[in-house]
């Protein structure tokens, strides 16, 4: 079965630090997206991504985050200087509507840790 | 008001017994409803769609009332690997399909 695959499984940086988080989504989805959650609370919208630009992005999603596409198959997630609460799982998710639209494919996210 | 509401638990139920989770959600434009499960520090995994006529997957019923815009989950006969979150799940009528999650209702089935 097709799935969504996330590098690296735990990331661990200092405050004001980039980090690059990647993922794969399936091969076949068209829409893409970020997800967060911060330890002990719920899995909050980030940011959708769809024909190669972004086409919703939340509060949450400032001037220090940004997405790409680079080459097809890779979709990244930025953070350009990380903070202390941006420690959190970072989830991406692909899906493709004309199967389900709900039916988002979650790959197994990222630990970022930020100390 | 939190757009998808959920009580937080713990429900703690032997194995075997009958457990219903509700949710409430917000935005009357909400166009596809959902149950996800999440085990404990992992993704979360759909685990149905909810359907205005009711829907039923095995041991499994979810209901969705639109005008009290409720949200139900039926899990029967309780097995210790229902153990986890169940969070309750909404897509609007925007175009990026995004979802919006309930903080989860955590299901501790003992033995």
């Known amino acids: 079965e097709p799935e969504v695959t996330q590098t690296p499984s735990h990331q661990v940086t200092q405050m004001g630090q980039e980090v690059i988080l990647r993922c794969v989504p399936i091969s076949n989805h068209l829409y893409f997206y970020w997800y967060r959650q911060i330890l002990g609370q719920k899995v909050e919208f980030l940011v959708s991504f769809y024909n190669n630009e972004i086409s919703e992005k939340s509060e949450i999603f400032d001037d220090q985050f940004s997405v790409e596409r680079p080459d097809g198959s890779n979709f990244t997630l930025k953070i350009r200087s990380t903070k202390l609460e941006d420690s959190a799982m970072y989830f991406c998710?692909?899906?493709?509507?004309?199967?389900?639209?709900?039916?988002?494919?979650f790959g197994p996210g990222t630990r970022l840790t930020v100390t | 008001r939190k757009e998808v509401e959920q009580d937080p638990g713990p429900f703690n139920v032997p194995e075997g017994a009958t457990v219903a989770f509700n949710c409430t959600y917000s935005n009357s434009a909400s166009q596809s409803f959902f149950w996800y499960r999440q085990d404990c520090r992992k993704e979360p995994k759909l685990l149905m769609s909810v359907y205005s006529s009711g829907n039923e997957d095995g041991r499994f019923t979810a209901q969705l009332n639109r005008a009290s815009q409720y949200i139900s989950l039926l899990i029967r006969d309780s097995k210790l690997s229902d153990s986890a979150t169940y969070l309750c799940?909404?897509?609007?009528?925007?175009?990026?399909?995004?979802?919006?999650f309930g903080s989860g209702t955590r299901l501790l089935v003992r033995p």
């Open positions: 799940v909404v897509n609007g009528r925007d175009s990026s399909y995004k979802l919006i």
């Open positions: 998710a692909s899906i493709s509507p004309a199967i389900s639209p709900g039916e988002q494919y």
